[in-house]
């Protein structure tokens, strides 16, 4: 029972990670190796606002979100908008975005434990006698409430629609008058505001470090290359099997192999079926 | 080609120096043939003379390191642009090496001259061997996985406390002669530098290129993309266990610290700046970067930031490089004409 409800509550924590991540690379196909950076970035723009600005906690979740998707926004308006096509260098300039921040992060003295979140509600309750606290069932709530408003979003609105044309066929949604350009920034801008999202969720649960960062890019490029990139709903099946996988391996092995188990997944997956469990490039595009 | 606002632009053509030193003919004239040799000496000549040059042993010390990270910047750069297979897991190739030559070293004694050459053959051996299932895939999938092979590496060892746990292994020997120690690197350097440049030129460098830019075709050609591939990974990182082999001696310990990102990321961020594809530029960004981040330590982990946005600006503005850079200019002249 303990190892069901923690997967799921592990395995919601993974799709929050991967969606950020799995939206921007299928709409624009741009590996946005700043996600983890962006995720921990907003952790500290939140923890700013309520610390030293005394804001509300609500109103400074809101907006760190919102200004960790104006990042977003920024870092593609301004870099990424002028590397489109060439994925060694897309790789490289969001890495190095993402260093930049986390490395900045390190020298500005945000670290140690001081850095920590309040959670959303204290206290915890028993489900079938796990105790189980009530920021990680908002977690798993919240997480799934985003998935469907997402799928909603894409599926309902003119935006959504717009953005999964894009994700379908760049030149065809071109051509029926969609900016490919616009839809990118805003692809990257939500991508960021998922990224805080997840980051004010989950943050509550620990302290804010930066290391994080690298971890949760990691996890995120787990999740979405075992789903296959650039698949929404496949990311999301994806972060089930890895978030079961990690807390069984917990359980069994020892935490030491709780990483390993997702850069594992990533091994195996990209060996035997690149395009991952749902991804939809063709055979021929991705070995020979 | 620049346009400027009031319909000018600028044309670059070849120095006619440029021109006659192309053939044989070179060998007829004295000016010529320094034309032709200028910038080999210079690079030769600066190499064997930077260390006598260096004000204090930590410089020189600094200068070894700079060739280990010249090394690894090589080896991606023949990868990616020669063969067409981006390896972000330069950590991986100098992990492996150093953790063999540690081994050979304090659990059989080797002596350095032996473990290098072993380590950087076997080393090559299984860093192919096990790269191999990843060979048929390409461009983002295999820059990814390479990524994953260092991390996934560091945590079994972390893991299982196998080959000396978070500790590392100690007391590895150094060198007899810190002249031997210094000069052995360079002279590597420079052999490789000019090894993988006539390599490239060769019949088998040509099938490299090809399997960069259309693997169709060559598999069409009746040629195993796979073996060429395989050829090619075994050349990079021998290079690179190489490196992580002297590495081992010149810190006399190895650790997870060789598996740290570090050695997948500078050398990259190295052949950006160099200039990719050049062979030399990546040697000479190494020759750049790795003093500036020396430079800068006194600043801890602002030097990071430095270094991205350096990376970043070059990846921007001026994705050729220097190199390529400093290629055109030595070889063409440009002026402005009216459009």
């Known amino acids: ?288 | 080609m620049k346009e400027s606002s009031d319909q000018r632009r600028k044309e670059r053509l070849d120095r006619g120096i440029k021109v006659r030193s192309e053939g044989i003919y070179a060998l007829m004239s004295w000016r010529e043939l320094s034309y032709l040799f200028l910038p080999r000496v210079v690079l030769i000549g600066g190499l064997l003379i930077l260390p006598l040059a260096m004000p204090s042993m930590y410089w020189q010390r600094v200068i070894s390191i700079v060739c280990i990270y010249a090394l690894l910047a090589l080896s991606f750069d023949f990868l990616a642009h020669y063969v067409g297979l981006v390896s972000l897991g330069g950590a991986f190739f100098i992990g492996t090496g150093s953790y063999i030559a540690a081994i050979l070293n304090t659990s059989f004694g080797l002596p350095p001259i032996l473990t290098i050459p072993i380590a950087t053959l076997l080393g090559a051996v299984i860093c192919t061997v096990l790269l191999l299932p990843c060979l048929p895939l390409r461009g983002v999938y295999f820059a990814i996985v390479t990524l994953m092979y260092p991390l996934l590496l560091a945590r079994v060892i972390e893991a299982l406390d196998i080959l000396g746990g978070t500790d590392g292994i100690l007391g590895i020997e150094s060198f007899a002669n810190r002249w031997m120690e210094q000069y052995f690197i360079i002279l590597m350097v420079l052999f490789l530098l000019f090894g993988t440049r006539r390599l490239v030129n060769q019949d088998i460098g040509l099938v490299f290129r090809a399997v960069k830019d259309n693997d169709q075709s060559v598999r069409a050609s009746g040629i195993s993309v796979t073996y060429y591939k395989t050829i090619a990974v075994f050349i990079a990182s021998g290079i690179g266990c190489l490196a992580g082999a002297y590495l081992v001696h010149l810190y006399m310990w190895a650790g997870l610290s060789t598996l740290a990102l570090d050695f997948s990321i500078l050398p990259i961020a190295a052949t950006v700046i160099g200039g990719s594809g050049t062979l030399v530029g990546p040697v000479l960004g190494a020759f750049i970067l790795v003093p500036i981040s020396e430079l800068l330590r006194a600043f801890g982990t602002l030097r990071i930031v430095f270094y991205a946005l350096i990376l970043l600006g070059f990846i921007i503005f001026r994705s050729e490089g220097i190199m390529v850079y400093g290629q055109r200019k030595y070889h063409q002249f440009e002026k402005w004409i009216k459009v």
């Open chain 1, 1 to 288: 029972m303990q190892i069901l409800i923690y997967g799921t509550i592990n395995s919601v924590a993974l799709a929050l990670f991967a969606l950020g991540f799995a939206m921007v690379y299928g709409v624009s196909r741009l590996p946005n190796f700043a996600h983890g950076a962006l995720y921990v970035l907003s952790g500290f723009i939140t923890w700013t606002f309520v610390n030293s600005l005394g804001l509300n906690y609500f109103i400074s979740i809101l907006l760190a979100m919102l200004v960790t998707g104006i990042i977003g926004a920024l870092i593609y308006q301004f870099v990424l908008i002028r590397i489109r096509g060439m994925e060694i260098s897309e790789i490289m300039a969001t890495y190095a975005i993402g260093l930049a921040i986390l490395e900045g992060l390190r020298w500005g003295g945000f670290r140690g434990m001081t850095y920590t979140l309040p959670a959303f509600i204290e206290g915890s309750t028993e489900i079938a006698g796990v105790s189980v606290d009530y920021q990680r069932l908002l977690v798993v709530g919240i997480g799934a409430a985003v998935v469907a408003v997402l799928w909603l979003f894409t599926h309902y609105t003119s935006v959504g629609l717009a953005l999964r044309g894009m994700a379908q066929d760049e030149r065809a949604a071109m051509m029926l008058g969609i900016d490919s350009d616009l839809m990118a920034l805003a692809a990257m801008g939500f991508g960021s505001m998922l990224a805080a999202l997840a980051a004010v969720l989950l943050l509550p649960l620990g302290n804010i470090v930066v290391e994080a960062g690298y971890n949760v890019l990691i996890l995120a490029i787990a999740v979405c290359i075992v789903g296959g990139l650039g698949s929404w709903m496949g990311a999301v099946l994806a972060a089930f099997i890895i978030g079961f996988a990690q807390i069984l391996t917990v359980v069994y092995l020892g935490a030491h192999y709780q990483m390993v188990v997702a850069l594992l997944a990533i091994i195996i997956t990209l060996i035997l079926r690149p395009s991952g469990l749902f991804g939809r490039q063709k055979e021929l595009e991705e070995r020979v």
